[in-house]
């Protein structure tokens, strides 16, 4: 039992779970190795466009998060392989900063994830999947839901081709999470080629992905990110899959455990 995406308390939107009762909850469950992946602080010069600007750890957090970790691989050593990591946002126009982020912190990193939250629309700049209504703003400002499963996955692409240095992460994280809340505004009809296309991108610049249970307890979503269908197709072409928790609380780890198809998950860490 391995997973490669757990938040902490270090998450302003989280909860304040200390990361012993994770790793403990872990030892319990049957794990064998873990990633603790907060959400790197963003760009000084970017505005989280969450109502409460909590999207992220700070730049002044981060220094006590690293050094936290490398106390508890040592403490946990024969009992848990634990890997420093950092869930990193790509957002367009901000890769010079993110590079620079990345070349500074990422000699202390084991594993980390590169997503896409952030969108910028016509009017403003969204955080897509932060609720119901910040998403059909953004479905408005782009003209419609099709607008915007487009900018996603153009977003999606960026990030895979971007240049972030040596030190970018080499898996996508939740590649369907524009989907969170699909059963209030279900996605157009040809997204799942959208989705596809993606895939060859992956593929053709060696990416893995997170294979995420945590859509699987939204209530809008119920599904994985990626769902089944996507994870076997990634899973048939060599795409290496990850499973992840993105849990944000102790008692969430194996979440969506059920729903993934454990056959597609591949070896990690390697």
Known sequence: MKDGHIHTPYCPHGSKDSLESYIENAIKAGYSALTFTEHAPLPDSFTDPAPAKDSSMTIE?????????????KKYEKDLTILKGLEVDYIEGYEKETSSFLDTYGPELDDSILSVHFLKGNKAWYCIDYS???????AADFGSIEALYRAYYDALAESVQAPLGSYKPKRIGHMTLVRKFQKLYPGPEEWPSRASRFLTLVK?????????????????????????????EASSMGIPLIYGSDAHTASALKQGWEAVDHSLIKPWPR
């Open 61 to 73: 957090d981060l220094e006590n998060y690293l050094a936290d970790l490398g106390g508890l691989q």
């Open 204 to 232: 053709e610049h060696g990416f893995e992905l997170d294979y995420n249970g945590a859509g699987m307890k939204k209530n809008h979503c119920k599904e994985t990110y990626p769902p089944l269908a996507i994870a076997r």
């Open 132 to 138: 119901p209504e910040m998403f059909e703003e953004a």
